[in-house]
């Protein structure tokens, strides 16, 4: 009896372990589209594979280094348009920028 009081324990705080480890990926995006100017200084969005291009009002507000702190493994700047690189969160981030719109 003792023993299964102690599993049960420990996982109740492996499970509390994970869940604060674990990313919230709308604060995330939130976090982005803040970084990117806000939603209304988004024209367009694309994605890619795990690309994610954004099409801006104004590229001069954008926070770069801040994206890539948030795991952007690289940003191309083309014109009022930026290439993120995000892996497979692009499309839901996507998603996400449409259902903001």
């Known amino acids: 009896m003792e023993y299964l009081i102690i599993i049960v324990v420990m996982l109740i705080i492996a ?20 970084y990117l100017g806000g939603i209304n200084n988004i024209i367009n969005s694309e994605y890619s594979f795990s690309r994610l291009k ?7 507000i954008v926070d770069k280094d801040a994206i890539q702190r948030l795991g952007a493994k690289g940003i191309v700047e083309i014109d009022n348009q930026l290439k993120i690189v995000l892996g497979p969160s692009s499309k839901k981030l996507k998603k996400y920028i449409d259902d903001l719109k």
């Open 15 to 34: 499970l509390a372990i994970i869940k604060a480890n674990k990313k919230d990926i709308h604060l995330e995006m939130n976090k982005l589209i803040q």
């Open 54 to 60: 954004v099409t801006l009002k104004d590229v001069s």
